[in-house]
């Protein structure tokens, strides 16, 4: 059941170019959160919509989250400091399938946050796409002490392997077998990932992100076509069967 919290700060600080790691004090929330699940932060009093944001981490009764300054509420809520308290609605939506075996991660951009919190509850790889180097040691180091094996990719080929994700996964895929792959980031590189997990016949779960206005089911304004009709995104989701979303998958099913 979701409720609000007012969190108090702990630190909002910038890990790489307009990327923030936010960490609150809210034990109960931490408690209740499952990996794959968001919250809707109130910004301020200006802002009448709360903003969807992943829960990356629920260790020590702490709620770390990473956002992307990328317009006016992001700004804003990178200028809130340690000290002040925050107004939190969550825990939200469905959250990844606690499963048996291995996991393999496949994360880009901001995409990692909600899979670092299921590197923290499951057994689980990682592999990291980012533009940059900057874009992608935090990462590393957030993900370091969860896993066992981390593959990183960077579009611009300044750190590890030049390339997508997509480019790597196959390498990865014959080393290991891994129970399911669970993945979030740019809807382009999921499907790519979703493609392979067909072709493999394995478990594939995605985070979908649709702007979202009550983020509690009752507006309408995310909702996707699946396999299994009109879903929301904030309540039926943000994790769907990739085989119920992207067509192809589901068509590669039928064949
Ligand atoms: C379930 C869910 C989880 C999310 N988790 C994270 C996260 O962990 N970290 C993170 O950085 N961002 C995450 N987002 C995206 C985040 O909610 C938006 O970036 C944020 O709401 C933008 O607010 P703003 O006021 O700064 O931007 P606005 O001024 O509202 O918009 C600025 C730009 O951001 C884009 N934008 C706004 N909302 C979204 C959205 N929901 N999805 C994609 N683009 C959007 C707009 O198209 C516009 O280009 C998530 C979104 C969803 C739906
Ligand atoms: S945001 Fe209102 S129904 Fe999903």
């Not at 880009?108 to 909600?114: H, R, Y």
């Not at 590890?160 to 895929?173: N, Q, S, T």
């Not at 076509?225 to 192809?248: E, N, Q």
Request: aromatic share 8%; with cysteine; glycine share 10%.
């Amino acid at each position: 059941m979701a409720k609000t919290f007012n969190a108090e700060i702990l630190s909002n600080e910038e890990v790489a170019e307009k990327i923030f790691r936010l960490t609150v004090d809210a034990p109960e929330l931490a408690e209740i959160s499952r990996a794959g699940q968001f919250v809707q932060v109130k910004i301020s009093d200006e802002f009448t919509l709360r903003r969807p944001l992943g829960i990356a981490s629920t260790a020590n009764g702490k709620i770390k989250i990473f956002y992307r300054s990328v317009g006016r509420g992001t700004e804003k809520l990178s200028a809130r400091r340690a000290g002040e308290n925050l107004n939190i609605l969550g825990a939200l939506g469905n959250g990844y399938t606690p499963r048996d075996g291995k996991i393999l991660l496949v994360g880009g951009g901001m995409g990692l946050a909600p899979l670092l919190c299921a590197a923290e509850q499951f057994s689980a790889d990682i592999l990291i796409g980012g533009r940059t180097k900057d874009e992608v040691i935090f990462w590393q180091e957030e993900f370091r002490p969860h896993v066992e094996k981390i593959s990183v990719t960077t579009d611009d080929g300044s750190y590890a392997k030049k390339g997508f994700v997509i480019d790597l996964l196959p390498e990865i895929l014959s080393t290991r077998n891994y129970s399911a792959i669970y993945t979030c980031g740019p809807e382009i590189m999921m499907r790519g990932v979703a493609k392979f997990a067909a072709e493999k016949n394995l478990p594939c779960e995605v985070s979908f992100e649709k702007r979202m206005a009550c983020g509690l089911g009752a507006c309408l304004s995310c909702s996707i076509d699946t396999s299994d009709g009109r879903r929301k995104v904030c309540k039926d989701g943000p994790i769907f069967d990739a085989r119920k979303v992207f067509d192809y998958a589901y068509d590669n099913q039928k064949n």
